[in-house]
Each structure stands twice: as structure tokens, then as C-alpha cells.
């Protein structure tokens, strides 16, 4: 099982741009969460996504969406990148009545 | 609204010594409780988990931790600390509704060990 992947692993972007990052979840998972995370700061809940489904969604602008596709992996997409939007975004699995898997980031620096 | 505090940003440990890291949560009702730890630039590993029960749960890499109602507190032991166990740990609550739903996490506690 090769748990949560994401991709890239580092990408470097310049302020206005739009990025894509991706989520694969662990396998049997059908949920994924999005989080930021701040140089220095504990993770920060963007969104989540069930059934192809916004579920719930943190105190995020409209620049911050998403997508699952039939296969539960999903996307992140981040428009009009700004360079407070730099940080490493974690994306996380689960299923019903499981606690969330963590993949290991994509460090997003925006120039 | 839900939230956690981890008091202590930085702590300092000698090998072998205990270790203790303080969390406290604000929630309406109980709450799934979790502790997190990271590596520098790395994901986040589950250390142990709290849903119901016995208020002291034992978790991995010989880490425990004490549910305490009454103080809303979750704080995080070891006896004795490695120094692989340098890392920055973060106290997270969820709702009781369903274990993988929104986390709020703490700000966290980095975690230095001293040989």
C-alpha cells in the first residue's frame, strides 16, 4: 500500500499564476482533505471532498478549489497565486469511521 | 468554534529524560483527539487517537497521552526521550462525527533533544 501520494513534491511558481497539485489517496480511502501549512504554523483545513462533492470547506477565498474524480483522487487548484499562498499543502485521506492519512506535501513557493 | 492551544513552542530535552507536551482544546461536546508529529519539510505521522474510553492511550514510538475532561487538556508523554524523537508535534481535534473530517490543529511544539 503506498499510502497517500501527492505531486509534485516541490514547485516554484511566480505571484498570478495558477497551480494544480495533486492526491492520490490511500487505497480503500474515499475521502480527501486539503490543508495548508505556513512555515511555523500548524495545518490549516482548506477543503473536502466526498462523492465528487465539496463537503466541507475551511475559511478558504474562492482562489482555493478543488476536484475528485471517480476514482477518489483529487486536485487542488490555487488561482491568482499570491506569495502569502506559499506553504506546504498536505493532503489527507479517510474513510468512514477512519482517522486521516497524511501524505508527505507539495512545498508550493510563490515568487 | 473549535480550537487547540500547545502552549509551549519550543522544548528542549536530554536523551533518556521524560517528555511531556501540553495541549488544550476548546469543543461543544467530547471530541476525536489526535497527535500528529512531523519531520522537517515531511507529512504528518499519527502518533495516537482518542475517540472514546480509557483516557490514557497508548500510542507509537512509545508515546502516551491522557485524555482530562475536566481540563480539556490531551498532553503527550514519553519517558524516556530518543533523539530521534526530535520533531515538531502537533495536537489536533476532529468531530465526533466522523474520525476523518475537519482537523483543527494546534500550532505545535518543536521538540529538541539534547545528547
Known amino acids: 500500500d503506498a499510502g497517500v501520494t501527492q505531486s509534485p513534491t516541490h514547485l516554484i511558481k511566480t505571484r498570478g499564476q495558477q497551480v494544480t497539485l495533486r492526491c492520490s489517496p490511500k487505497?480503500?480511502?474515499?475521502?480527501v482533505s486539503w490543508y495548508q501549512q505556513a512555515l511555523g504554523q500548524g495545518p490549516q483545513f482548506i477543503f473536502q471532498y466526498y462523492e465528487e462533492e465539496e463537503r466541507q470547506r475551511g475559511n478558504f477565498p474562492d482562489r482555493f478549489s478543488g476536484h475528485q474524480f471517480p476514482n477518489y483522487s483529487s486536485e487542488l487548484n490555487v488561482n491568482a497565486l499570491l506569495l502569502g499562498d506559499s506553504a506546504l499543502y498536505l493532503c489527507?485521506?479517510?474513510?468512514?469511521?477512519?482517522?486521516?492519512?497524511f501524505g508527505q506535501g507539495t512545498r508550493l513557493t510563490v515568487v | 468554534a473549535q480550537s487547540v492551544t500547545q502552549p509551549d513552542i519550543h522544548i528542549t530535552v536530554s536523551e533518556g529524560a521524560s517528555l511531556e507536551l501540553r495541549c488544550n482544546y476548546s469543543y461543544g461536546a467530547t471530541p476525536y483527539l489526535f497527535w500528529y508529529v512531523q519531520s522537517p519539510g515531511q507529512g504528518l505521522q499519527l502518533l495516537l487517537k482518542y475517540f472514546s474510553g480509557d483516557t490514557l492511550v497508548q500510542g507509537i514510538k512509545g508515546f502516551e497521552a491522557e485524555f482530562k475532561r475536566s481540563q480539556s487538556s490531551f498532553n503527550l508523554r514519553k519517558p524516556s526521550v530518543h533523539w530521534s524523537d526530535a520533531a515538531e508535534y502537533f495536537c489536533a481535534v476532529g468531530s465526533p462525527s466522523a474520525a476523518g473530517n475537519k482537523l483543527t490543529f494546534g500550532g505545535g511544539t518543536r521538540v529538541l533533544v539534547k545528547p
Open positions: 487505497s480503500g480511502h474515499d475521502t
Open positions: 489527507a485521506s479517510s474513510a468512514v469511521n477512519t482517522e486521516a492519512f
